[in-house]
């Protein structure tokens, strides 16, 4: 279980609290598309379905969400970023998500795109 004072499932090495943790609270938003993949994937660690549905564009945003409660997501890399800084309006982050499920690892990879939607960065969808 994670709490305020573990360490963050984003990987820059802060607590949860004092990281990730304040975006889902909705304390802070992401500066960049990077710091949005990182708290998103923080989000599908901790079981955040709210948050992943508030930073998800609205045009490609599914009615609801269901995570399985089986895996557990363990490390992030971020592999590369195009775009996605503090004045950009669009951006893709590369990233490898390592995840266990029923005892087995797995990871996911993926190219994802970024946009700012009324100023804030939103999840549009994998580049293909």
Request: aromatic share 10%; proline share 5%.
């Amino acid at each position: 279980m994670i709490t305020t004072a573990s360490p963050c499932p984003c990987g820059l090495g802060n607590s949860y609290g004092d990281c990730c943790g304040r975006a889902h609270s909705g304390g802070t938003s992401a500066a960049t598309a990077e710091l949005l993949m990182r708290s998103r994937y923080s989000a599908f660690a901790v079981g955040d379905v709210d948050y992943l549905l508030r930073t998800w564009d609205p045009t490609t945003r599914p009615p609801s969400l269901d995570l399985d409660p089986a895996q557990r997501w363990t490390r992030l890399e971020v592999l590369g970023t195009t775009g996605g800084g503090v004045l950009h309006r669009e951006g893709t982050v590369e990233f490898r998500a390592h995840y266990l499920d029923g005892g087995q690892r797995f990871d996911l990879h993926e190219n994802s795109r970024f946009r700012r939607d009324n100023g804030l960065w939103v999840y549009l969808d994998a580049v293909t």
